[in-house]
């Protein structure tokens, strides 16, 4: 991957103490992308260097391209149910980070929209230099710009130059993270400039010395009672039971614990330094069965884990998505918490948790016998061989392994020991030689499999659907998107049609090869259809769409972008007999 990442950067230095125009040099990290990880097409890699599109607006394969947008993922059989106590202003879905040249003290961050543009929300900086041969002794995180998803109504290019604030430290690392809930169609992202000055800027005079706003949103970080306040065990000795509770202490414990369940986790934390009562509420282990520590990614560490472990010996549902990165928590640290608090473990969430190793897996197998839920999506530093923990766990009903190096080996291993699987994600799995052998396996094993994402796949034929179509009758939703082997001159589509009448999500994207007869199959058998994802064919007319659209009375998302022989008229006259139906069209440059 690393050969996709580095790409010479454009900067521009004028002369001293003048401000540093760059774009970025290297993508380091990222969530998610819609292209392939063999490719350059719509991935998060085409961020690296000056822009390829802009200031030309449209669907341009050399942008990136995050895999999601809109609600439609959350409205499908594999969405997962969000976790109580999540902040409010917590609505970040996906991130990317960019490294520069040069460490300055940013300015300006531009950021380089060619399509549908209004994802991003959070612009952060990190103090660490990823250049640097030394390791750094501390590692922090700024949030420079912030707000939540808006809608922008029009799907032009623009160059989007939000207000950041100062810092006191320089830095080359940027993140970007983005919501894509309000869009219509996937944004495109061309190039990140970052503007800035080598020495540290004057506080300007127009600048007030107190953002009013950072008082309501960063309250976390002011008070020093935010996540931070995770890592400070609280004196028992330093708590009264105040001159008067008033009637509170009356009031039943479980009435107490209700109201309690409202707080944010941080507001947990301040509570209990109040009294010796609400000290016992806040730390009762019912108020800790769904943990949600993704919002705090940027403070979490080794000592916030030791810190919550005593409160969660009843955790249940635990999401460490997108934190411990760059040593914030260590394999010791992570497998200690898990050891005394995995063994309720229900659901466990690790996206883009790029702390785990071999030992982590191991551990996870070992301490957490009830798990059903894993998540593993873009740990794509995890070795091939770590993988095999995971047959371990025979109650998994939900895996996702999206941006993973899993193995063939391993995979068959997992899925001959978890029957119980009722949700699998193998999206972009280049690991995996012949997903011929994967169906087949599947259809063998998981017979209780609703959903199913084979996004991207190789050697994928007719042989592993019919495998798979006999094998897995219950399936509601099914991924096949850019999976260029499968071809409707061998009936395969037309037979998900007649065995899959269950099939709610279909997404056969950019399979230049379905025609009419696979979608008046689906309209005849799969009339629960709600979503479904053609684009790219040139062989689907508009009789058989409105076929569809007259069977199908449930359908609430239907892609036919760069379908040829659907052009806007057709179009414009199926929304006009179907509104309740959002038609997408998109139309080659």
């Known amino acids: 991957m690393n050969s996709h990442r580095t790409v010479v950067s454009n900067s521009r230095t004028s002369p001293l103490n003048a401000e540093v125009v760059q774009y970025a040099k290297e993508v380091v990290d990222f969530s998610s992308h819609y292209g392939s990880e063999n490719s350059m097409s719509y991935t998060m890699w085409n961020l690296a260097g000056g822009p390829n599109v802009f200031p030309s607006s449209g669907d341009f394969t050399q942008t990136a391209v995050f895999r999601t947008y809109g609600t439609w993922w959350d409205q499908c059989p594999s969405a997962s149910l969000p976790f109580r106590r999540t902040p409010s202003d917590f609505q970040s879905q996906d991130y990317v980070e960019l490294t520069?040249?040069?460490?300055?003290?940013?300015?300006?961050?531009?950021?380089?929209?060619?399509?549908?543009?209004?994802?991003?929300?959070?612009?952060?900086?990190?103090?660490?230099n990823p250049y640097s041969p030394s390791p750094p002794t501390e590692v922090r995180w700024e949030i420079l710009w912030s707000e939540r998803p808006t809608k922008v109504n029009a799907s032009q290019a623009r160059q989007f130059k939000p207000c950041i604030k100062q810092i006191n430290f320089p830095t080359n690392l940027i993140r970007l993270e983005?919501?894509?809930?309000?869009?219509?169609?996937?944004?495109?992202?061309?190039?990140?400039?970052?503007?800035?000055?080598?020495?540290?800027?004057?506080?300007?005079?127009?600048t007030s010395l107190v953002d009013m706003n950072d008082?309501?949103?960063?309250?976390?970080?002011?008070?020093?009672?935010?996540?931070?306040?995770?890592?400070?065990?609280?004196?028992?000795?330093?708590?009264?039971?105040g001159p008067n509770n008033g009637y509170f202490d009356k009031l039943p414990y479980e009435l107490i614990q209700l109201i309690l369940n409202h707080l944010s986790l941080p507001d947990l934390c301040r509570l209990a330094q109040t009294c010796r009562l609400l000290h016992q509420h806040c730390c009762d282990p019912l108020q800790y069965i769904h943990l949600n520590l993704q919002p705090y990614w940027a403070k979490l560490d080794d000592a916030s884990l030791e810190f919550l472990q005593a409160r969660c010996a009843l955790v249940q549902w635990l999401n460490l998505s997108w934190t411990g990165n760059r040593g914030f928590i260590s394999?010791?640290?992570?497998?200690?918490?898990?050891?005394v608090c995995g063994s309720e473990l229900l659901r466990l969430e690790l996206s883009c948790s790029h702390f785990l190793n071999e030992t982590c897996l191991e551990v996870i197998s070992e301490m957490c016998p009830n798990l059903?839920?894993?998540?593993?999506?873009?740990?794509?530093?995890?070795?091939?061989?770590?993988?095999?923990?995971?047959?371990k766990l025979r109650?998994?009903?939900?895996?996702?392994?999206?941006?993973?190096?899993?193995?063939?080996?391993?995979?068959?291993?997992?899925?001959?020991?978890?029957?119980?699987?009722?949700?699998?994600?193998?999206?972009?799995?280049?690991m995996i030689e012949d997903y011929d052998v994967i169906a087949s396996m599947i259809g063998a094993k998981c017979k209780n499999l609703r959903t199913l994402d084979l996004w991207r796949c190789k050697n994928f034929t007719e042989n592993g659907i019919a495998e798979l179509a006999s094998g897995c009758v219950l399936l509601e939703e099914l991924d096949l998107g850019w999976c260029p082997t499968l071809q409707s001159s061998t009936g395969c589509f037309a037979r998900?049609?007649?065995?899959?009448?269950?099939?709610?999500?279909?997404?056969?994207?950019?399979?230049?090869s379905v025609c009419d007869t696979d979608i008046e199959e689906l309209a005849s058998n799969c009339t629960r259809l709600q979503q479904l994802d053609i684009l790219g064919t040139r062989m689907v007319s508009p009789a058989s769409l409105r076929?569809?659209?007259?069977?199908?009375?449930?359908?609430?998302?239907?892609?036919?972008?760069?379908?040829?022989q659907i052009d806007n008229r057709a179009v414009l006259e199926l929304n006009a007999s179907f509104p309740k139906v959002f038609i997408k069209k998109s139309f080659t440059q």
Do not use: W
């Not at 983005?178 to 127009?206: C, I, M, Q, R």
């Not at 063939?408 to 699998?424: D, K």
């Not at 076929?547 to 040829?564: G, I, P, R, T």
């Open 100 to 128: 520069f040249e040069h460490q300055v003290y940013p300015t300006a961050v531009h950021v380089l929209e060619t399509y549908h543009p209004g994802a991003v929300i959070r612009i952060l900086a990190c103090s660490a």
């Open 372 to 391: 059903q839920d894993l998540n593993l999506s873009s740990c794509d530093k995890l070795p091939p061989q770590a993988f095999g923990h995971i047959a």
């Open 395 to 430: 109650g998994l009903k939900r895996l996702i392994l999206y941006r993973t190096k899993v193995e063939q080996t391993a995979l068959l291993s997992i899925l001959n020991f978890c029957a119980e699987l009722q949700h699998l994600s193998l999206g972009s799995c280049v």
């Open 215 to 241: 008082l309501e949103d960063d309250y976390e970080e002011k008070d020093g009672c935010g996540m931070d306040g995770l890592n400070k065990k609280f004196s028992s000795a330093a708590l009264g039971d």
């Open 496 to 512: 998900l049609a007649r065995q899959l009448p269950n099939l709610q999500k279909l997404f056969l994207t950019a399979n230049r």
């Open 547 to 564: 076929k569809l659209l007259e069977s199908c009375k449930d359908l609430s998302l239907l892609d036919v972008s760069f379908c040829s």
């Open 178 to 206: 983005v919501n894509s809930s309000l869009l219509d169609y996937y944004t495109e992202l061309d190039a990140v400039v970052l503007h800035g000055t080598k020495d540290k800027p004057l506080l300007s005079l127009k």
């Open 331 to 339: 394999v010791t640290g992570f497998s200690r918490f898990l050891k």
